[in-house]
């Protein structure tokens, strides 16, 4: 599904920024579908997690071009996530694959078009697997405008 999605991409939407791999290698960040306005099925998916957990899914509207560890967690952030950024945080369950996936619907809202989006994902690793100190990962980020 990943490179049926990716050789359909709208060139409204770059992958920035490299991922702090988990313990199932190298997060990738994609959407469900083409950011589009009224589009019901749109939303984020995020690989390779943990299974059955719960990762994070930030999303806001400024992007930090070399990335920035303001939390000192032992991964890169590409997204500003304090003031003066408008930052959202949403739950992203992971299936029993690890694949994390929040369903976001664009509404039919004149307002939102050409609106710049910057989404990147992050998951917590238990213990027993421990990609960095703190035994967090992020994805790549994403960069996205709607249509």
Do not use: K
């Amino acid at each position: 599904m990943r490179a049926r999605v990716r050789a359909l991409r709208s060139p409204t939407l770059v992958n920035f920024g490299l991922s702090i791999p988990g313990c199932r290698g190298a997060h990738r960040i994609d959407v469900l579908s083409a950011p589009r306005l009224g589009s019901a099925g749109f939303g984020f998916v995020v690989d390779r997690g943990p299974a059955f957990s719960t990762g994070v899914l930030a999303l806001s509207n400024t992007r930090l071009p070399n990335g920035a560890d303001p939390f000192g967690l032992g991964i890169t952030l590409y997204l500003g996530l304090v003031p003066p950024a408008s930052t959202l945080f949403l739950e992203m369950p992971t299936n029993g694959s690890g694949l994390g996936t929040v369903l976001d619907p664009l509404a039919q809202d004149p307002a939102l078009l050409n609106l710049q989006v910057l989404a990147q994902g992050a998951y917590y690793w238990n213990i027993l697997c421990s990609p960095t100190l703190s035994g967090h990962c992020a994805s790549d980020a994403l960069e996205l405008r709607v249509q």
